[in-house]
């Protein structure tokens, strides 16, 4: 019943070739036209090879994704083991107050590492054009370095004006120096799918850390500069483990007649967003997440603030864990996600997300509970109580990091700020209005840390509309490759 075309129109037809008269019945007229609308000019059987192709040539490289993230998961899962054994062996030989030093020295580094690149390495995620990936690179690395130079300098005035000890200075400076180093060189492997070298990276360190930390205890005893020198020490060897298996990829990108100044300066400018938007949301979620810290010298009780300092840091290791196992996972997916599928998506991995979250910091906080009995009569007794109340605020914190990822690929990240910003007043206000460190004050804590997370989760199912520079992967312009 078809007919052609471009057959021409003659009395009593239109020009579709369906008959003005009603000899053909309006049943079998609507058929035609949903066959013409339907069927596509091409063949069905030549679409289905192409798709059989399509999926073919990328199957390995699919099946290679998975087994390198199954590998991440398992090998920061060993590392993480492996330093939670150091650290319990060497708070064995530590008094309470060294860890309280420590914890705040490690969140300072943490902090500053943060700003040390302004957030410059989230921008890696935002195109798959590896030009363009490069420019990132090396804007990064002279921001860098132009940061640490200032800090040598602010260090310099700090041991000038007795304010911190020269040897505190020296090791702080290497501290920040490794972490961010690795921050920019984790962000650039996951970006290029190496989930394997982050993996290694990660056992590198939490072989070193512990048992260099254990050494220097043995050589200079319990002080908190062997724990400052073992973190010093375990960055940097892990940076370099990094350095080295990423070479082969990492010289095309800093090669000498890639850099000018023009090329910078336009990649700063294009990239503005990073150190206006995302840089100090990064430092407010930072900062809410260390928070607790600021109420250790308001307590009390010495002995529960060096409880809430130890479970801090051994809540902190399962939340890096999860950090960087569903991080590079999350982002290296998601650089292929487009459209209503993209929404779906990120739906469901939220949905996930908070799941595993909820599941593995319970499970640890009834594991503490049940383990605190065997402390009894020690001086940590009471520390797996301790533990399990602060579960509660690193369910909230354990998700928010890939969010943050997440966000800094969309069209309107600003929003983060705002919550980043209301959380921390929010737990400011609480810890004003208890005055003291207390049991209580930790559950507030807690509940505002879980308030926080979901406000991420809705902010990441309404608003992340895919960024224009993400949807337009190739690099045009003749300036930027440089």
């Not at 062997?226 to 095309?252: E, I, W």
């Not at 939220?350 to 595993?356: E, H, K, N, P, Q």
């Amino acid at each position: 019943m078809t007919m052609p075309a471009d057959r021409p129109a003659v009395a009593g037809r239109h020009q579709d070739g369906l008959p003005d008269a009603p000899a053909v019945d309006v049943d079998v007229a609507a058929h035609i036209v949903m066959e013409r609308a339907t069927f596509p000019p091409s063949r069905p059987s030549l679409n289905l090879a192409a798709g059989r192709k399509f999926v073919a040539d990328r199957a390995p490289q699919l099946r290679s994704n998975f087994a390198s993230a199954i590998l991440l998961g398992l090998r920061f899962v060993q590392a993480r083991l492996i330093s939670v054994w150091g650290l319990v062996v060497a708070a064995m030989f530590c008094p309470p107050y060294v860890f309280a030093v420590f914890a705040v020295f490690s969140a300072v580094a943490t902090f500053v590492s943060i700003a040390a690149l302004m957030r410059l390495e989230a921008v890696f995620f935002r195109s798959s054009d590896r030009a363009r990936l490069g420019l990132a690179f090396r804007l990064a690395m002279a921001v860098g370095a132009t940061f640490l130079i200032f800090v040598i300098a602010v260090l310099a005035v700090l041991i000038a004006t007795g304010w911190v000890a020269p040897a505190v200075a020296f090791f702080f400076l290497i501290s920040l120096s490794a972490r961010s180093l690795l921050r920019l060189l984790w962000a650039e492997a996951t970006a290029e799918g190496d989930f394997r070298a982050i993996g290694n990276s990660n056992v590198v360190q939490a072989l070193v850390q512990p048992a260099v930390m254990l050494l220097l205890i043995a050589i200079f005893g319990p002080k908190a500069l062997a724990l400052f020198m073992a973190d010093a020490v375990g960055h940097v060897l892990a940076a370099a483990y990094l350095v080295r298996r990423r070479r082969t990829a990492l010289l095309p990108l800093v090669q000498p007649a890639l850099w000018s100044l023009h090329s910078l300066r336009e990649a700063a400018h294009r990239w503005r967003d990073a150190p206006r938007i995302l840089l100090p949301s990064a430092l407010l979620s930072f900062g809410f997440t260390v928070a607790p810290l600021l109420a250790l010298p308001y307590a009390a009780n010495p002995l529960l603030a060096a409880h809430v300092a130890l479970a801090m840091r051994l809540l902190d290791m399962p939340t890096q864990m999860f950090g960087t196992v569903s991080g590079p996972i999350v982002l290296n997916r998601l650089r292929i996600q487009a459209g209503p599928r993209r929404r779906f998506w990120l739906r469901v991995v939220t949905v996930g997300l908070m799941a595993a979250a909820a599941a593995l910091f319970a499970g640890i906080g009834f594991g503490a509970v049940l383990a605190d009995d065997l402390l009894d009569g020690t001086k940590w007794a009471g520390v797996g109580d301790v533990v399990a109340v602060m579960t509660l605020f690193y369910i909230g914190i354990a998700p928010v990091g890939t969010l943050h990822d997440i966000a800094a690929l969309a069209r309107h990240p600003s929003w983060q700020i705002t919550t980043n910003a209301v959380a921390l007043l929010a737990i400011i206000a609480a810890m004003l209005w208890f005055g003291a460190l207390s049991p209580a004050l930790l559950y507030v804590v807690g509940g505002i840390s879980v308030a926080r997370m979901l406000a991420h989760v809705w902010f990441t199912w309404t608003h992340c509309e895919q960024a224009p520079e993400a949807a337009e992967p190739d690099l045009r312009g003749h300036s930027l490759a440089r």
